[in-house]
């Protein structure tokens, strides 16, 4: 697996989304999240990555990482194309505040992780940082272990930005 890569994308500051402002089946969470439903093709559960109880164990690290933190943490899992960076850059760019958006992109078939971080969250989360949390998931990739990467590289990059600033 590559290594990760962290990038700025995106000034200015971070205004809490409005309901009114949300897509359709959007909505801000109490951590202030936002969580879309989408419409997708229903995937038979044993072709799926998780089960139900580890997708609840994943969301709650993302929002109690982005909680703690202050930063919007995301997981993209799947195909980022031919040119991985700048799929995975343009994904970050379309997150919601993504200059204090923290994404960690992952094509198990590429073998690649990208770890990209916006222009506010780069402040406290450095390159060594990201490609540290980087190195800790590909380790569990390698033993088959994709929850359990994905929840060391979220832990180990909340630690890293620390608490939230006040």
Known sequence: MATGSSSTHGHGELAAPSQEDLPLGSVVTSSG??????????????????????????DEALTLT??????????YLGDLGADATARAADLHGQLEGSAEAVL?????????????????????LPDRSA???VMSMVAS???SDLLGGLLSGLRMLGDRAGSRRH
């Not at 982005?66 to 997981?75: E, N």
């Not at 960690?104 to 406290?124: D, F, H, I, K, W």
């Open 141 to 143: 990739f390698r033993e």
């Open 104 to 124: 960690v992109a992952v094509s198990p078939e590429q073998r690649v992780v990208e770890v990209l971080t916006g222009a506010e969250a780069r402040v406290r």
């Open 33 to 58: 999240r936002v969580s879309t439903a989408e419409e997708f093709e229903e995937i038979p559960q044993s072709e799926q990555p998780f089960t139900p109880v580890q997708l609840a164990r994943l």
């Open 66 to 75: 982005s909680r703690d933190t202050g930063l919007r943490f995301s997981i």
């Open 131 to 133: 490609k540290l949390a």
